[in-house]
């Protein structure tokens, strides 16, 4: 089994920034696609940013984030990160990490589908306002 716990969330103004953390705990010694989503009110939950947690792993994300958040993971410590700059408004909402086991890269045209992931932490919230 594999647990997961997210933290970092918080309330910041527009143009701030946040951490968010995952850490990982349970079956850890193999590889994961993890990625972080979210879910504002009246939409699908949405995935943000995925990476395969294997040295070589490629980074993707969705195209409202790109160039704001950074997507990492830390083998040594099992715990995956979300550095978010330049935040808006539009992106309150509570965050979730989630994994999946691959022994290869994740599905580079499935990675934000939410059906591909077993592994779900409770979710950290994230405020921006304006």
């Known amino acids: 089994q594999v647990q997961l716990v997210e933290s970092g969330g918080a309330s910041v103004q527009a143009g701030g920034s946040l951490r968010l953390s995952c850490a990982m705990s349970?079956?850890?010694?193999?590889?994961?696609?993890m990625a972080w989503f979210r879910q504002t009110p009246g939409k699908e939950r949405e995935g943000v940013a995925a990476i395969w947690t294997a040295e070589s792993g490629r980074t993707y994300y969705t195209d409202s984030v790109k160039g704001r958040f950074t997507i990492s993971h830390d083998n040594a410590k099992n715990t995956l990160y979300l550095q978010m700059t330049n935040l808006e408004p539009e992106d309150t909402a509570p965050y979730s990490c989630?994994?999946?086991?691959?022994?290869?890269?994740?599905?580079?045209?499935?990675?934000?589908?939410?059906?591909?992931?077993?592994?779900w932490g409770q979710g950290t919230q994230v405020t921006v306002s304006s």
């Open positions: 989630a994994a999946h086991r691959r022994l290869a890269d994740c599905y580079s045209g499935l990675w934000f589908d939410q059906r591909q992931y077993n592994y």
């Open positions: 349970g079956y850890t010694n193999t590889r994961y696609c």
